[in-house]
């Protein structure tokens, strides 16, 4: 493979909790049935696969397009095949593709692009994918439905890459509103989101709209930490688009969001792999409902916004 190869990481996610849940063997089983899939997959449209690494999968192509069918069909399949497993034994699959020059060696791969693709898959979050503007470039227009996150911070890169989320949807209504009280509450304003205000426990961070997106999650490479073990190592994502401040969960038990004056737990919003428009003031709870009192939860203050709440069914 040369300079332009495009490669890409698929893992599974959530294959922990599978272990626990059907024991040693039979987990063993449906990830290695799984990752065969997978890598069948990618030869089907041309691409190699390099190697399997226990739940995740690396593959190489010689063109975006390959990579880019590949990814979409790995997804739509994968989704319909979750819906008739019982919630504990669903492992959703997380895509990173990045293009650029791969060196090989004794059956091995090096090269940024690897090492990008591997990070993309780790912020991408359950049910989604996540390439390079590079690879972008290279598809046809329209070929492949895209929405720019704009530039990520990645780790050991002294440059922040632009990247593009991949809609692999193949009936996706753009934006679903809800609830209505809070839709009609949009039409009375129209301002642009400036900042956002976090607070758990006594830390306390501000961020700009330049500063987004950022991660709120377990570890230190998240933006915000929020070191509770139901909370994800990267658990939810606020980017700034299109003049709104929107929050994206990526988590594997969920995220839950209550707006000042939306009348108490009834007007929670449960996030599995959604997103909302962040508008106002309230609370986020990571992982574990609002209503429970334990919950990890987050207070937050935007200035301006777009009172448009927001949702996207990613299932």
């Not at 990814?71 to 669903?90: F, I, S, T, Y």
């Given at each position: 493979?040369?300079?332009?190869?495009?490669?890409?990481?698929?893992?599974?996610?959530?294959?922990?909790?599978?272990?626990?849940?059907?024991?040693?063997?039979?987990?063993?089983?449906?990830?290695?049935?799984?990752?065969?899939?997978?890598?069948?997959?990618?030869e089907a449209h041309g691409g190699r696969v390099v190697k399997?690494?226990?739940?995740?999968?690396?593959?190489?192509?010689?063109?975006?397009?390959?990579?880019?069918?590949?990814?979409?069909?790995?997804?739509?399949?994968?989704?319909?095949?979750?819906?008739?497993?019982?919630?504990?034994?669903?492992?959703?699959?997380?895509i990173g593709v990045a293009s650029g020059e791969v060196l090989?060696?004794?059956?091995?791969?090096?090269?940024?692009?690897?090492?990008?693709?591997?990070?993309?898959?780790?912020?991408?979050?359950?049910?989604?994918?996540?390439?390079?503007?590079?690879?972008?470039?290279?598809?046809?227009?329209?070929?492949?439905?895209?929405?720019?996150?704009?530039?990520?911070?990645?780790?050991?890169?002294?440059?922040?890459?632009?990247?593009?989320?991949?809609?692999?949807?193949?009936?996706?209504?753009?934006?679903?509103?809800?609830?209505?009280?809070?839709?009609?509450?949009?039409?009375?304003?129209?301002?642009?989101?400036?900042?956002?205000?976090?607070?758990?426990?006594?830390?306390?961070?501000?961020?700009?709209?330049?500063?987004?997106?950022?991660?709120?999650?377990?570890?230190?490479?998240?933006?915000?930490?929020?070191?509770?073990?139901?909370?994800?190592?990267?658990?939810?994502?606020?980017?700034?688009?299109?003049?709104?401040?929107?929050?994206?969960?990526?988590?594997?038990?969920?995220?839950?969001?209550?707006?000042?004056?939306?009348?108490?737990?009834?007007?929670?919003?449960?996030?599995?792999?959604?997103?909302?428009?962040?508008?106002?003031?309230?609370?986020?709870?990571?992982?574990?409902?609002?209503?429970?009192?334990?919950?990890?939860?987050?207070?937050?203050?935007?200035?301006?916004?777009?009172?448009?709440?927001?949702?996207?069914?990613?299932?």
């Open positions: 493979m040369g300079a332009n190869s495009t490669v890409v990481f698929a893992d599974l996610t959530g294959s922990t909790r599978v272990f626990e849940a059907m024991g040693n063997e039979r987990a063993t089983d449906t990830v290695t049935r799984l990752t065969q899939w997978i890598a069948g997959v990618c399997m690494l226990g739940d995740g999968v690396l593959a190489i192509f010689e063109a975006a397009d390959g990579a880019s069918a590949t990814v979409l069909e790995l997804q739509r399949n994968h989704q319909k095949r979750l819906q008739a497993w019982p919630a504990a034994l669903r492992m959703d699959l997380q090989e060696v004794d059956g091995d791969c090096y090269g940024d692009a690897v090492n990008l693709a591997s990070r993309l898959s780790d912020l991408a979050g359950p049910g989604q994918i996540w390439a390079t503007e590079s690879v972008v470039a290279q598809l046809r227009e329209g070929e492949v439905r895209h929405r720019s996150l704009g530039p990520i911070n990645i780790r050991g890169k002294s440059e922040m890459p632009v990247v593009h989320r991949i809609d692999w949807q193949e009936e996706l209504s753009e934006f679903l509103t809800m609830p209505a009280a809070l839709a009609h509450t949009a039409r009375s304003q129209d301002s642009s989101f400036g900042q956002i205000e976090l607070a758990w426990l006594d830390v306390r961070s501000m961020f700009s709209a330049a500063q987004l997106p950022i991660h709120l999650g377990r570890v230190d490479e998240a933006q915000f930490v929020v070191n509770d073990p139901r909370v994800s190592r990267l658990h939810a994502r606020i980017e700034a688009r299109q003049g709104s401040c929107v929050l994206v969960d990526v988590s594997t038990y969920g995220t839950w969001v209550r707006f000042h004056g939306s009348g108490g737990p009834s007007g929670e919003i449960a996030l599995r792999r959604d997103e909302c428009v962040l508008h106002g003031s309230g609370e986020i709870g990571l992982g574990a409902p609002l209503s429970d009192f334990s919950a990890p939860t987050i207070a937050f203050n935007t200035t301006g916004g777009n009172l448009l709440l927001s949702r996207r069914d990613a299932r």
